[in-house]
């Protein structure tokens, strides 16, 4: 009898448990720092809190936690992704809040935070720590039924130091490109990367050059040239995060669908 009234119990209170949020359109959020966010981090390393309306939460917007967990997206989306550095604001929450403005088939969108600052392309080979966890959280992103609908990559800072890195980038980028969409299975994933702003070394240009250069279908390039700096030199503000969130979006809505 007490069995029977417990299996009652719980069926009813699991018909009020809400389903798990699920998103429709996922995006990939991958590469160093500025992808990651610094917007808004002050002299002594700590986020000022401060969120740009573009940036404020929505409930069509949702985050996949560093558990593999979907929850609704805030800011600092990284903060339990690039965990050696202080997050701040990033250009995703820009991003994902003009895409769906303008196009509201995406529906519910879901952020997969992959960034981690001070990182060089060679990190992001097949094979390393960095690619199989983007791989892992991409494959993770989708078993609530979802679709992968493109990855935004901005990096290339740490590969400006050496002549060497610089010269080896443009092949290096290309092979991470082709193999993130192969072991994906989607051949011809979008991919919108971003021309540095600045750099750790003196081949800023070299490497732009070679981001500028990259001739993939369905791959395209947004220039962060110009965008205002922190006072470090190499981070984006927050208002500048803004801005390449909403180019980014810009450049998206002009790929072709997969």
Partial sequence: MLTLLFLTLLAQAQLVI??????????????QSNMSGRGGITM????????????RPNRNILR???????????????????VYATAGVGPGMSFANSV??????????????CAVGGTAIGQWGRGSLLYGQLVRRASAAVQGG?????MLWYQGESDTVSLEAAEQYKGRLEKFFVDVRSDLKLPLLPIIQVAL????GPYIEKVREAQLGLNLTN???VDAKGLQLEPDYVHLTTQAEVQLGKMLANSFLHTEPV
């Fill in 64 to 82: 996949l936690t560093a558990a593999l967990a979907w929850v609704p997206a805030t800011e600092p989306l990284h903060k339990d992704i690039n």
């Fill in 197 to 200: 702003a600045s750099g750790l």
């Fill in 18 to 31: 809400p389903a798990s949020p699920q998103p429709n359109s996922i995006f990939l959020l991958a590469g």
């Fill in 100 to 113: 769906l403005a303008r196009d509201s088939r995406l529906g519910v969108v879901g952020l997969v935070p």
């Fill in 44 to 55: 002594n390393n700590t986020w000022d809190g401060f969120v740009p309306p573009e940036c």
């Fill in 146 to 150: 979802g679709k992968i609908k493109g």
């Fill in 219 to 221: 791959v395209e390039c």
